[in-house]
């Protein structure tokens, strides 16, 4: 029902910016919420941000508070994930998820999911 694209990965050097799209297809949403978690070889995939659709109310990991920024357009059915300072610890499968409910650092409470992009930062 809910399809998932991800799009905007690359190899950028420390202290770079990227901005990775998430474009939604399938259906619209009045309320729920988008995610990006990632997931670096050999670790746990792990919260990164969340957005409301409807009020736009945003939650961040502290890993990534100040230096990445999560937007919608609902017109377009797309999130994006602004990317500023990268370190290579930022290295990572960057993929988004979809609720039906609201933003959540819980990856098992989105029930939709992109198939993720890759994100280099070399030092």
């Known amino acids: 029902q809910v399809q998932l694209v991800e799009s905007g990965g690359g190899l950028v050097q420390a202290g770079g910016s990227l901005r990775l799209s998430c474009a939604a297809s399938?259906?619209?949403?009045?309320?729920?919420?988008m995610g990006w978690f990632r997931q670096a070889p050999g670790k746990e995939r792990e919260f990164v941000a969340a957005i409301n659709w409807s009020g736009g109310g945003t939650v961040y990991a502290d890993s990534v508070k100040g230096r990445f920024t999560i937007s919608r357009d609902n017109a377009k059915n797309t999130v994006y994930l602004q990317m500023n300072s990268l370190k290579p610890e930022d290295t990572a499968v960057y993929s988004c998820?979809?609720?039906?409910?609201?933003?959540?650092?819980?990856?098992?409470?989105?029930?939709?999911w992109g198939q993720g992009t890759q994100v280099t930062v070399s030092s």
């Open positions: 399938g259906r619209t949403f009045i309320s729920g919420a």
């Open positions: 998820a979809a609720s039906h409910w609201g933003a959540t650092i819980h990856a098992n409470t989105y029930g939709y």
